[in-house]
């Protein structure tokens, strides 16, 4: 088994992100980091609507980048 295929959960997309979007993961987070204080899905609609990423993608990285505030 390969270590690719033993990331689960949002992380497991950062590879297709990558390959997609032409973008580091880093990019995407520092991104997120400008607009830490909408919710949720606010943050996803911005990944879709001004940089054309996919519900999936931007879900995903939206996820990854707040879920250390959960464990706080």
């Excluded at 400008?34 to 990285?61: D, F, I, P, Q, Y």
Aim: cysteine-free.
């Amino acid at each position: 088994m390969t270590e690719e295929a033993k990331i689960k959960g949002p992380a497991s997309y950062f590879p297709s992100i990558e390959k997609k979007y032409g973008h580091p993961i880093t990019h995407w987070l520092n991104l997120l980091e400008t607009v830490s204080g909408k919710k949720h899905m606010e943050m996803v609609a911005l990944l879709k609507t001004e940089h054309g990423m996919g519900h999936g993608h931007a879900n995903a990285l939206v996820a990854y980048y707040l879920a250390p505030a959960k464990s706080d």
